[in-house]
């Protein structure tokens, strides 16, 4: 038994969305990258299973309905095979500060995200980025005004916030100033 369960904590691991041809829930591609999350979950007898989703919504995969409802059929395959070998495995994914489709696409709907395929969403700070050209200036990795418009925005695309976790970054920068005032 590994320290983590010994001392009746729950684990989990984290994994990539990695799949490097269109979107498709058919392909041999997406079976055995199901195939591989099954596996790693085995090997560390993890609690959650936690999904990268923000390479899928920063690159320009997302654009249409069909390539959403491909991976919503991914992840939802992905999710019965995990329930069939555990029924205690549960699902995170890792979003953006805000849906990436919020304002202009109409098949921008998170229902069938939110209901078949992951039990909780990671807001990711580190996908907030916004550079005013302001040097030597320490702030928030997402300005709260930010943070609160994404969230009001995943509720309207219907993910309540009892499935949000904010994800804290763990992590510092190094600001270089080459002049202190």
């Known amino acids: 038994m590994c320290t983590t369960h ?15 041809e269109q979107i ?9 990258w199901i195939r591989s999350v099954l596996s790693q979950q085995q090997m560390w ?16 995969v997302s654009s249409s309905e ?6 919503v059929k991914i992840l939802s395959h992905m999710k019965e095979n995990l329930t069939a070998l555990s029924d205690i495995v549960k699902v995170a994914c890792i979003i953006p500060w805000k849906p990436p489709c919020a304002e202009m696409e109409p098949f921008c709907d998170f229902t069938s995200l939110s209901t078949d395929a992951c039990d909780y969403f990671v807001i990711s700070p580190d996908s907030f980025t916004d550079v ?12 709260i005004s930010k943070l609160l418009y994404g ?16 994800g804290v970054a763990w992590h510092g920068y ?6 202190l005032k």
């Not at 190094?174 to 002049?179: A, S």
């Open 24 to 32: 498709n829930e058919t392909s041999t591609e997406s079976a055995e």
């Open 132 to 143: 005013d050209n302001v040097k030597c200036r320490a702030r928030a990795n997402i300005p």
């Open 6 to 20: 010994r001392n009746g904590r729950k684990f989990g691991i984290t994994v990539d969305l990695s799949l490097s």
């Open 66 to 71: 069909q390539d959403h409802v491909a991976l």
């Open 45 to 60: 007898h993890a609690e959650f299973v936690t999904l990268n989703l923000l390479p899928y919504f920063s690159s320009g």
């Open 174 to 179: 190094d600001y270089t100033c080459e002049t």
């Open 151 to 166: 969230i009001s925005e995943y509720n309207s695309h219907h993910i309540p916030n009892n499935r949000m976790i904010l």
